[in-house]
């Protein structure tokens, strides 16, 4: 199975900051990295797929680059909306496996 | 829009089996795989399984396997997931979700949308 590592498990940030959350693959996936977003007693929500795809109705201050192992999520100039917790995920091969997630907390 | 709803949270004793439906709307079923992924409390998805709602085709994490039956009735355009012999640590919200190929018979192993979740509790 690939094993998929989040950093950080949870960071502290203002509204307002530039946010980086990253993911490492335990091999190579290509570019078959997506990225979710859940909110506490809510199902996750799809803001990335593909690495690097913005999926439509997610607002451009999310972005998604990398490939082979290394992936990163940013999030520029932070809104209130987006304190939850935010998954990796790898659809290279079966079982599709899940980070262990990061917390965005308001400082 | 849309739209995945799934049936209510059930509590099952240890050894029973419990299935989850996931009624879709709002767009055309069969040309969509489905998945089904579970989380427990405090911890990260896992992914179960799929269907390929046109031909039915499943694939089921080895780790559930033997125990899990995904199915699909195309005129309710809905997907059940059946597991059985339950144990404490299945207890988690189980998720329907759609994959993101909207081509017949691919795969692409992202979810967009999910299912509103279905809380299973397996206890004595």
């Known amino acids: 199975d690939i094993q998929m590592t989040q950093s950080p498990s949870s960071l502290s940030a203002s509204v307002g900051d530039r946010v980086t959350i990253t993911c490492r693959a335990s091999q190579s996936i290509s570019s078959n990295l997506n990225w979710s977003q859940q909110k506490p007693g809510e199902a996750p929500r799809l803001l990335i797929y593909?690495?690097?795809n913005l999926q439509s109705g997610v607002p451009s201050r999310f972005s998604g680059s990398g490939s082979g192992t290394d992936f990163t999520l940013t999030i520029n100039s932070l809104q209130p909306e987006d304190f939850a917790t935010y998954y990796c995920?790898?659809?290279?091969?079966?079982?599709?496996?899940f980070g262990g997630g990061t917390k965005v907390e308001i400082k | 829009q849309v739209q995945l709803l799934q049936s209510g949270s059930e509590v099952k004793e240890p050894g029973a089996s419990v299935k989850v439906s996931c009624q879709t709307s709002g767009y055309i079923f069969t040309n969509y795989a489905m998945h089904w992924v579970r989380q427990a409390p405090g911890q990260r998805p896992e992914w179960m399984g799929w269907?390929?709602?046109?031909?039915?085709?499943?694939k089921y994490s080895q780790k559930l396997q033997g125990r899990i039956t995904i199915i699909r009735d195309t005129s309710a355009s809905t997907v059940y997931m059946e597991l059985s012999s339950l144990r404490s640590e299945d207890t988690a919200v189980y998720y329907c979700?759609?994959?993101?190929?909207?081509?017949?018979?691919?795969?692409?192993?992202?979810?967009?949308?999910w299912g509103q979740g279905t809380l299973v509790i397996v206890s004595s």
């Open positions: 995920q790898q659809s290279y091969n079966t079982p599709l496996t």
């Open positions: 593909g690495a690097s």
């Open positions: 269907i390929n709602a046109g031909n039915g085709n499943t």
């Open positions: 979700a759609r994959d993101g190929a909207g081509v017949p018979a691919a795969v692409w192993g992202w979810f967009d949308p």
